[in-house]
């Protein structure tokens, strides 16, 4: 069964460092998300991109984080100067259409610790 | 806030019997809703969907309620067996792309 593969697993990076975030969502999908999950607690939208663009994102994807699909297959997720509070799995997810249509599809995520 | 919450935090069962994990809603709008399982270090993985025109629909041993009157939903599996052990999330389209999760029930199934 076709999957959103995401890496890497674990990411460490020191505040203040730029990460990136990498999915390749399944393959015949055309809307893409991420999402992330603070330790203990709910999974939180952060944005979605359609059509090269950015769809919607939450209050949470502020200035700091960009998303981009570079190539046909891969959909990243840059977080220039990290903080500690980043700390948390990102989760991407891609769906073959809008709400009602199509189920969004989740990758097993990476955890991102911040030191 | 968050529409969307779970009614209990842990459910344990015992093998064999059925599971029913429930879900509350605030928003009347909302019109598609999804299951999701949560295993320990994986990403959520759908079970079931279910749109707001209906009011049930069954899945290989899950099936999934929808009392739009109430805002309730529930996810019950049959047979639970200990594979079934995770955390479930039931999630909502309250737009065309974002998802509200709610907090999630942790089953664990008893031998």
């Known amino acids: 069964e076709p999957e959103v593969t995401q890496t890497p697993s674990h990411q460490v990076t020191q505040m203040g460092q730029e990460v990136i975030l990498r999915c390749v969502p399944i393959?015949?999908?055309?809307?893409f998300y991420w999402y992330r999950q603070i330790l203990g607690q709910k999974v939180e939208f952060l944005v979605s991109f359609y059509n090269n663009e950015i769809s919607e994102k939450s209050e949470i994807f502020d200035d700091q984080f960009s998303v981009e699909r570079p190539d046909g297959s891969n959909f990243t997720l840059k977080i220039r100067s990290t903080k500690l509070e980043d700390s948390a799995m990102y989760f991407c997810?891609?769906?073959?259409?809008?709400?009602?249509?199509?189920?969004?599809?989740f990758g097993d995520g990476t955890r991102l610790s911040i030191l | 806030g968050e529409s969307v919450g779970l009614h209990l935090p842990t459910l344990s069962v015992q093998e064999g019997d059925n599971s029913i994990i429930n879900c509350a809603y605030s928003n009347s709008a909302s019109d598609y809703f999804i299951w999701y399982k949560q295993e320990s270090g994986k990403g959520p993985q759908f079970i079931i969907d279910?749109?707001?025109?209906?009011d049930k629909r069954q899945g290989q041993r899950v099936t999934v309620l929808l009392n739009k009157t109430v805002k309730h939903l529930s996810l019950q599996i049959a047979a639970t067996q200990p594979g079934d052990s995770a955390v479930y999330f039931c999630?909502?389209?309250?737009?065309?792309?974002?998802?509200?999760f709610g907090a999630g029930t942790t089953v664990t199934v008893r031998a």
């Open positions: 999630a909502e389209n309250i737009d065309d792309y974002k998802l509200s």
């Open positions: 279910i749109r707001s025109n209906m």
């Open positions: 997810a891609s769906s073959e259409a809008l709400r009602g249509k199509a189920a969004q599809h």
């Open positions: 393959s015949n999908h055309l809307y």
